[in-house]
């Protein structure tokens, strides 16, 4: 069984930046695809960021220029730098393996006051 673990999150004033992190309990190499979700409340979960096995990225537009997704397969770690955050980024954000029907974790509180 897959656990991925979030941590990093917190809150912080608008423009400043946090570093989300997501710990797999096993090699993450295997996984095609690895991301981060966040889900606003009254808000459907929506995919911000992911990372391919071959470290091609893609991200939402939003945060576009912002945010960065990082994967370090020695540690079995994906990363998520976030920059220039806005009160908008206000969400519980969740790591995820392997797509939506993947592997899911708890999710970290990020808050960003204006």
């Known amino acids: 069984q897959v656990q991925l673990v979030e941590s990093g999150g917190g809150l912080v004033q608008a423009g400043g930046s946090l570093r989300l992190s997501c710990a797999a309990s096993g090699s993450i190499f295997r996984f095609n695809v690895m991301g981060w979700y966040r889900q606003a409340p009254g808000k459907q979960r929506a995919l911000v960021a992911h990372?391919?096995?071959?470290?091609?990225?893609n991200y939402v537009d939003s945060v576009k220029g912002r945010f960065t997704i990082s994967r370090d397969n020695t540690k079995n770690t994906v990363y998520l730098q976030m920059n220039s955050l806005k009160p908008e980024d206000t969400a519980v954000y969740y790591c995820n393996a392997d797509g939506l029907t993947g592997y899911w974790g708890r999710g970290t509180q990020v808050t960003v006051s204006s």
């Open positions: 990372i391919s096995s071959g470290s091609s990225t």
